[in-house]
């Protein structure tokens, strides 16, 4: 008899487990809480959900010479602080409604759509988050 009254509570601790570990498969799950640890200034959460060195030289690339020789620490703190305080990312990110779009997965690739509409101007941008697979789950690996 007392192993009956411990099904439910075996059950619920499974499905919890099942439910909590299921968000980091699925890209969408990961930019979506990217963007709620941004809006309410989670530098930690910030920091665990970005492949930094993915997200780095991705960037470098797309800049000049001269910018692209700044160092990788350098810019790894210059963009985590554009996304905390009142960094201009951030405050871009608060002064717009958020829609995340559909993903779409790659081999270990994934892309999310993501949509800013300006609160006051109700102006639209689209872009796309880039993410890669680790054994840690999705990490975003590039970001407007």
Do not use: H
């Amino acid at each position: 008899m007392n192993k009956r009254r411990y099904w439910p509570v075996i059950f619920l601790l499974f499905s919890l487990l099942i439910i909590s570990c299921s968000g980091r498969d699925d890209p969408r799950n990961v930019v979506k809480e990217f963007v709620g640890a941004i809006i309410s200034n989670d530098s930690t959460a910030i920091e665990s959900m970005v492949n930094w060195e993915g997200m780095i030289k991705s960037r470098l690339e797309e800049m000049s010479p001269e910018d692209s020789s700044r160092s990788l620490i350098y810019y790894k703190a210059e963009f985590f602080n554009s996304l905390i305080d009142s960094g201009n990312r951030r405050l871009y990110y608060l002064n717009s409604q958020i829609v995340v779009g559909k993903g779409k997965i790659t081999d270990d690739r994934a892309e999310v759509e993501l949509s800013f509409i300006g609160k006051d101007t109700g102006i639209q941008n689209y872009t796309k988050v880039g993410l890669l697979k680790s054994p840690d789950g999705w990490k975003i690996i590039y970001l407007y």
